[in-house]
């Protein structure tokens, strides 16, 4: 049962767009970010949306670390390829801009790929590869990120997260998105542990020693400092496959550096050698498929609304409710917060009103009653 009030979507919209451009971020590139942000939200994967409103974007914006006004340069493109330098602006920007480009070459061409370079957290991955998605495509994304995981065999946070992920069209009301990082969690769910004062499962971080933590806010301090690591999806060594998640989690590395011949690793930290705050110069990379270049996409739309519905069909274990697929759960919170609104902690809410206050903007929130 939720018990967090709720903020209207558009009320939301509106006045996360009204701070953005209160930080020199122009109106239309507001209203991207404010979108991507609040997609996570419809998407009930908190540690992505408003969550992250002023930690990740506005707090950056502050200490110089993100540039309000993107200046996307293309560096290389070809009929099908695009190389951008996103110059430590709005990733969510170029992000967007990118996607927009791959699209219009994929439905030329039948496939397109670009990366992007010097670039800033560009929100939820899904977002990006279900644009190609509402243009019946495959989207493809991945991004690397500050390093916090550890290899295999490893204790030191040598990677990011690192998501890879997949959004194909079905038949069905909603398409199969597979939108998740390479470690079994994610900083942003630790964050959102911490602002609600809940543990990190164990076996989710490792310590120097090798040992498991869950004190979610000495997590976040210990990690900046490397004195622990997320794990890889598998976990601590190889007879669960945590070499099978630092493999994925590698790839992500290689193709968001190495396609645009940008940094990596430890050089992502946003920390110089001594501390002070840097860039963080991430990268991304993007494939768009369209599905009419091999058998339509009637017939691929068909199939995998078929294998979907093949796997929720299929016999549950006991006591299991229902199988999912992914994208399916998604879908299941938009229809259940899309009259509701965003639902708020109370940490959220102190924020919203001291930016509100800040910039002396003309709101109200219903929790403020």
Known sequence: METRPYVAWELMNNFMIDVFKAYGVPEKDAAICADVLLESDRRGIESHGCNRFKPIYLDRIDNGTLLPVTKCDIVKETATTVVMDANNGMGMVASHKMMEMLIEKAKTYGMAGGTIFNSTHYGIAGYWSTMAEKADMIGITGTNARPSVAPTFGVEPMMGTNPLTFTMPTDEEFPFNFDCATSIVQNGKIEYYERIGKPTPAGLVVTKDGDTMTDSGKILKDMRKG?????????????????????????????????????????????????????YRLGHFFFVINPEFFMGLDTFKQTAGGICRGLRASEKAPGAERIYTAGEKEYLAWQDRKDKGVPVSESVQKELIALRDRFDLPYHFDFEN
């Open 227 to 279: 004195e622990c690591a997320l794990l890889p999806i598998g976990g601590i060594g190889e007879e669960t496959g945590g070499f099978k998640g630092y493999g994925f989690t590698t790839i992500v590395e290689i193709l968001s550096a190495a396609l645009a011949g940008g940094p990596y690793m430890k050089e992502l930290s946003g920390k110089d050698e001594n501390g002070n705050n840097k860039m």
